[in-house]
């Protein structure tokens, strides 16, 4: 039998941000085939574990500069979200954020950068949601529901 407080460090806490051009275009990057998890799998602009004792904004703020190298931007929060709340796999906070500079992206986890307009996602995703990472579709489909697509 586990303790709350057991159980509580065992959930997964994430942070997605979700990057748009300011004609409307989302930046989707594919995960490098070398990666553990969802390897060559399209995936939010930004995604990363949320460390102990670290807050959900500065976890955003980090991996921001470490997967694309942006830095000095203010992200917006638009989401939070339990795991049962849209049926995904961890505790998670998303933002948004509209960048229209140059990324330099992590070229080891990342093999390559699309622009995609919505359209060009939900079509993706229809074909084939595996090749998104895991909770992407869901995420997708409520920012497409809530109007911040």
Not at 13 to 24: A, D, E, H
Not at 48 to 58: D, F, I, L, R, W
Not at 82 to 110: C, H, Q
Not at 134 to 149: A, I, S, V
């Amino acid at each position: 039998m586990h303790t709350v407080r057991e159980l509580l460090i065992d959930f997964n806490r994430v942070i997605n941000i979700m990057i748009f051009t300011s004609n409307n275009k989302i930046i989707v990057p594919k995960r490098s085939s070398n990666r553990r998890l969802f390897p060559n799998c399209y995936d939010c602009s930004v995604g990363g574990q949320v460390s102990s004792g670290e807050t959900y904004e500065h976890a955003a703020y980090r991996e921001l500069e470490e997967e694309l190298g942006i830095t000095n931007v203010e992200l917006e929060e638009i989401g939070y979200f339990k795991p049962y709340d849209i049926d995904t796999s961890a505790f998670s906070k998303m933002y948004k954020l509209v960048y229209d500079s140059e990324l330099n992206y992590d070229k080891d986890g990342i093999q390559e950068v699309f622009y995609m307009n919505k359209d060009e996602i939900r079509k993706l995703i229809e074909e084939n949601p595996l090749q998104f990472k895991g909770d992407y579709p869901k995420f997708f489909k409520w920012l497409d529901e809530n109007g911040m697509l």
